[in-house]
């Protein structure tokens, strides 16, 4: 037993993207235009959650005009049933205002309906 084909699909397209760089593409590839966005606490810019594709590509671009980011790995995917997978993130990434370098860990848990990322939450170790 494991995952059904378009899980795995899903998931190893993001994965697989995630580590070539090429998140931009994983968006407009593999989530749904009405996908909801969900961070472990609100950001000085947006709040905690976030709907629909334009809205997901807005915390890209916030990420991007804000941070550097030095280094990067991605693990997973971890398979949970048939809709949902996460992905474990560590990166080294430098605040461009601030010069202020960080290590970052994140869990992503990403919910599949349709061979459609409907659903992403953000889980951080502090």
Request: hydrophobic share 30%.
């Amino acid at each position: 037993m494991g995952p059904n084909d378009q899980l795995r699909q899903v998931a190893e397209q993001l994965v697989k993207g995630c580590r070539e760089g090429k998140e931009r593409e994983n968006l407009d590839k593999l989530y749904a235009e009405d996908a909801t966005s969900v961070e472990a606490y609100a950001g000085p810019e947006m709040g905690r959650e976030v709907q629909g594709l334009k809205a997901i590509h807005q915390k890209h671009d916030w990420w991007e005009s804000t941070m550097e980011e030095l280094e990067s790995s991605t693990t997973g995917p971890f398979y949970h049933g048939d809709d949902r997978f996460s992905v474990l993130f560590n990166a080294k990434a430098k605040n461009k205002d601030t010069g202020e370098v960080m290590d970052m860990q994140e869990t992503a848990t990403y919910h599949v309906k349709d061979g459609k990322i409907v659903r992403e939450e953000f889980f951080y170790a502090m």
